[in-house]
Each structure stands twice: as structure tokens, then as C-alpha cells.
């Protein structure tokens, strides 16, 4: 790719040490951002029609990092449309933030997997950064701009703010799309494979990335993936999701220390053995007999 | 070099009109030499009255084509956001859009007399459809991924329409003024030939048919770089408005 991917600056690294862990309830029992509750959905018409999602409940608490991990076409980037209320649902409830969502919520946003189709052609990088900064009123265009420089500064794209998403390359262009999700400010990110585009050096620098900005702005974060190594070293919860139509087969808790860090935790024995243990639960999946829905 | 062989053409085909002339095939009545068009241009260029006939027929023509912009996206824009509305006027707009202008000429007198409304009805009715089509397809096939995007950030759904579903359909929408040009020039000619007292279609109609044929030689050549003209307007209106389109243009069909 060419470019340099700018050390996050020391003021976000301090923020980071400071910022308040995951679980805020006072009684210890987390505060849920995100309560999916027995929700299903069919896409298609008529004889094409096929059930994707299949009676899935969970929850996302408050500052609480999930990961969503099923064999590939099991239906995950449905759950996560259905979550930011862009498809409605057949059955079930969703809440956020205490409220049932029927569209798109305030305070949740969305990096989508389409990432090159979804950023406008029409837009700079910068301006396509700010696009998705419609929620916050209160500031000024101005402010805005400056904003979304410093998001874009701090995922190495600096140089090409005032470039167009097609005039740079597909890992740069899912950054602008990560970027635009960040700059939203939302209580809830939901990212849909977002890093799939990018080299395996970038990848692992844009995860401590997304891990310090989600924390620094005390985000929730649920994203949805087909590595299985990626959504261990994020997460502090792990949802495995079987085969179409898709339902809760196990949901594993992370407790690895935080933050997390590229070679130690990667090492770490509690690491492995939950890698382990969702590689062999997802290779089980691949190989059984897909049910079939009612 | 690219441009010298466009010219190479140009002065290949007026040789050869030339040499045809010479060789006495055709009548010089009917057929002049292309030199003697060209004095006769040249005479004429240097009247009054040729430019006003020009003026006449330019303002006819841009009118129309401002008008016929304004009544085709506003149409296109309500269908945008009302499909019944557009399901119901599409059968007649495939009726409308292939009307030839001069058909229009007689009811259009019927109607609004032989002054500038006349005109203007048959020039906005050439020029509005294929703007309209254009319009109304492009922001009917919007990416839905930008739309999701808009809506997931937050956008409703005037705003997805101003914001997302017009910019991006913007380039087909250019397209469609640059064919309405066209259209509006061939129906200012027509109906001035038919119905006009003045413009350049008029003197066209009284030179031809005075047998005046180098000045009649000389109005085709005249209408004929003012359609150039007219379409270059196009291309330079439309590189000021969406130059991000014609970069990616040029980025996918390398010259």
C-alpha cells in the first residue's frame, strides 16, 4: 500500500489507561446497550424465501466489545442490519438504550462491509468523514472538519483527506469507512468485517486502533467476523453464531487483561485456549447437517 | 492531434464539395460552390439583420431549455419520492417523448397563437423528456448501499433524496440536458420553418425556397456549429458541476 499508518499521538494512549472498564453497573451486573430478544428474519420473495436468522437473543452491555463469529453466508451482516434497524424485523424485539428500534437509532452507527460502495464518489475522504457526523448538531461545519481530520490522522490517512475514496487503494478506502464510523461519536459501533480488506501489518495496527478509540470515546462496539483470531484479541465476549437459518450456539467470555497487546496477548495461554475452543466449535458447525427451519 | 484530425475532415469534405461543383455534375443553381457559401456567409455575418435573426432563435432555444430543465427535474424529483405518480405518467411520457416537433406545430397554434408561448411550448416538449427520463431513472437506481448508509447515519428521507439520490444521479442527469440540446434545437428550427416570421429557421424556409441556395448553404453551416456550440456548453457545464465524474471517467476508460 505505500503509506505509514501515524502512532496513535501519547494523549490517547494516556486516555486509554484512564478510560472506565467495561462492566459500569454499580451492583457489577453490566448495563445493556443492546438487547436482541428472540428476533428473527427471512430475506426474499415468495418461493426464493429462506429463513437467515432463527429465534437469536444476546445482549451488548455498556462499553462492552462483542465479537459475532459463524461459518461464512450464516447470515451475520442480516443480524448486524437488522441491529442498526435497516431491515425490520419478522419476529422478536430489539432494544437500544432502552428503547425498541424500528429505525435507524441515534447513537448507534454502522461500518459497513460494502465499504467501497457505501462511501460516497461524490465526496473527498474528508467530506465523506463528516457525512457521517449528521448526528452531531451542536457542532459547527467547522468543527466537524476539524474532527474528522484528526480521525483521519489518526488512521494514517492524512495525506489523502482531500482525495476521493476511488482515487485511493480498497484497504484505505475500508479506513475512510472506519473512520466515518469512529467520527459518529455513537454509544454503539457496529462493524460489519471491517478490517477484511486491509494487510495483515495494517490489520493488526487498526485493531489496537479500533480497541483505543472505542474506549477513548466509551463506545460499545459489536462486530461481526469470519476470523476467529481477530474477535478473541478484541473481545470481551465471543457470540458463535451456526449455520443459515442462524442461531446462538455459544457464547464464550474473553476475560484476557486489557489492553490487549499484539504479541503478548496473542501468546497468552488463555488466548489459545479459547481460540481453540471456537475453532473446533466452528469446525463442528461446518461439517453437521444444516437444521432446517420451521 | 486530435483536434487536427477532426479539421482534416472538416476540410476534406469541403474539398470535395468544392471539386463536385467544379466539375459541373450538379447544378450550381441548386448545389453552389462551397466557396461561394462562404462569400455568402461571409455577407451575411456582416448584416444586421442576420443577427438578430441569430438572437431571436438563441433566446428561443436557451428559454426553452431552462424551462424544459426546471419542468423535467421537478417532475423528476416528485416521482422520486412518489413511485405511483410516476407509474401512472410514464405511459404518457413514452407517447409525448417520440412526437416529432413539427407534429406539435398546428395544435400548438390552435392554441397559443404564433407568439414566443408557441414557440416555447414546442421547444420545452422536445427538451423535457429526455431530461425527465434521465432524471427519473437515475435517482430511481440509486446504490441502495449509499442509501443504507444515509439512513443509518441518520439521514431522512428528503435528505437522502437531496444529499445522496440527487448528487449521484447527477452524471446521468447531464447526460439528459445534452441530448435535450439537441432536441431543442432540431424543434426551434422546425417550428420556425413551420410557423416562425423571423429567427433562423425562417430565413433557412425563405432562402431554400427564394432559391437563394448559398445563403441557404450558409443558415445549415450557421445552425450547424451553433449545435456544436450548444453541446460543448454541455460538456463544459458538466465538467464545472460534477468534475469528480469526469475524472473517475477518465480513470476507467483511459484514452
Not at chain 2, 212 to 223: C, D, G, H, K, N
Request: charged content about 15%; glycine content about 8%.
Amino acid at each position: 500500500m505505500g503509506d505509514g499508518i501515524s502512532h496513535p499521538d501519547a494523549s490517547l494512549s494516556a486516555q486509554v489507561g484512564t478510560a472506565s472498564g467495561p462492566h459500569s453497573g454499580t451492583s457489577g451486573v453490566p448495563i445493556p446497550i443492546l438487547e436482541a430478544r428472540r428476533i428473527s428474519k427471512s430475506l426474499g420473495v415468495a418461493a426464493a424465501r429462506i429463513q437467515v436468522i432463527d429465534h437469536v437473543s444476546f445482549d451488548v452491555a455498556e462499553g462492552e466489545f462483542v465479537s459475532v463469529v459463524g461459518p461464512s453466508g450464516c447470515g451475520k451482516t442480516t443480524l448486524l442490519m437488522c441491529l442498526a434497524g435497516l431491515y425490520s424485523l419478522d419476529a422478536g424485539s430489539i432494544q437500544f438504550a432502552g428503547h425498541p428500534i424500528t429505525e435507524p437509532p441515534p447513537g448507534l452507527s454502522v461500518v459497513f462491509q460494502d465499504y467501497s460502495r457505501s462511501l460516497l464518489p461524490w465526496k473527498s475522504n474528508l467530506e465523506n468523514v463528516v457525512f457521517g457526523m449528521r448526528r452531531l448538531a451542536d457542532l459547527s461545519r467547522q468543527t466537524k472538519r476539524e474532527t474528522a481530520r484528526e480521525i483521519l490522522a489518526s488512521v494514517g490517512l492524512s495525506r489523502f483527506e482531500n482525495h476521493y475514496p476511488w482515487q485511493v487503494s480498497g484497504g484505505m478506502q475500508q479506513r475512510v469507512a472506519i473512520a466515518r464510523g469512529l467520527a459518529a461519536r455513537s454509544r454503539l459501533l457496529l462493524l460489519d468485517e471491517p478490517l477484511a480488506a486491509v494487510d495483515a501489518q495494517t490489520r493488526a495496527e487498526m485493531q489496537d486502533l479500533v480497541l483505543e478509540l472505542a474506549q477513548r470515546y466509551r463506545q460499545s462496539c459489536l462486530l461481526v467476523t469470519h476470523d476467529v483470531d481477530e474477535a478473541v484479541y478484541l473481545s470481551d465476549r465471543v457470540i458463535v453464531l451456526s449455520q443459515r437459518p442462524t442461531r446462538v450456539v455459544e457464547e464464550i467470555m474473553v476475560p484476557l487483561a486489557k489492553p490487549r497487546d499484539q504479541i503478548a496477548t496473542r501468546e497468552d495461554r488463555l488466548y489459545l485456549d479459547i481460540r481453540h475452543a471456537l475453532l473446533e466449535r466452528i469446525r463442528a458447525l461446518k461439517t453437521s447437517v444444516p437444521a432446517t427451519g420451521p | 492531434m486530435r483536434w487536427s484530425k477532426r479539421l482534416f475532415g472538416v476540410i476534406l469534405f469541403f474539398l470535395l464539395w468544392q471539386l463536385i461543383s467544379a466539375s459541373g455534375l450538379v447544378s450550381a443553381e441548386y448545389f453552389p460552390a462551397a466557396t461561394t457559401a462562404a462569400r455568402a456567409l461571409l455577407g451575411m455575418l456582416a448584416t444586421a439583420d442576420f443577427w438578430a435573426s441569430f438572437a431571436t432563435t438563441a433566446v428561443r432555444l436557451f428559454t426553452g431549455l431552462a424551462i424544459a430543465l426546471a419542468l423535467g427535474l421537478g417532475l423528476a424529483l416528485l416521482t422520486a419520492r412518489a413511485v405511483l405518480f410516476r407509474r401512472m405518467l410514464d405511459p404518457l411520457v413514452e407517447i409525448m417523448r417520440v412526437l416529432p416537433p413539427p407534429a406539435l406545430v398546428p395544435i400548438a397554434i390552435y392554441g397559443l397563437g404564433l407568439g414566443p408561448r408557441m414557440f416555447l411550448f414546442i421547444i420545452v416538449n422536445a427538451a423535457i423528456w429526455p431530461i425527465y427520463i434521465n432524471a427519473a431513472n437515475a435517482l430511481s437506481s440509486t446504490e441502495p448501499m449509499q442509501i443504507l448508509t444515509g439512513r443509518a447515519y441518520g439521514y431522512s428521507a428528503s435528505q437522502i433524496l437531496w444529499r445522496l439520490r440527487f448528487p449521484a444521479a447527477l452524471p446521468e442527469i447531464f447526460i439528459g440536458i445534452r441530448i435535450a440540446a439537441g432536441f431543442a434545437l432540431l424543434a426551434t428550427i422546425a417550428a420556425e420553418m413551420l410557423a416562425g416570421t423571423n429567427g433562423l429557421g425562417y430565413q433557412l424556409y425563405n432562402a431554400g425556397f427564394s432559391l437563394e441556395t448559398p445563403q441557404m448553404f450558409a443558415l445549415m453551416f450557421v445552425i450547424g456549429v451553433f449545435g456544436v456550440v450548444i453541446q460543448m456548453l454541455t460538456i463544459l457545464a458538466r465538467r464545472i458541476f460534477i468534475s469528480w465524474h469526469t475524472t473517475l471517467a477518465a480513470m476507467a476508460q483511459p484514452l
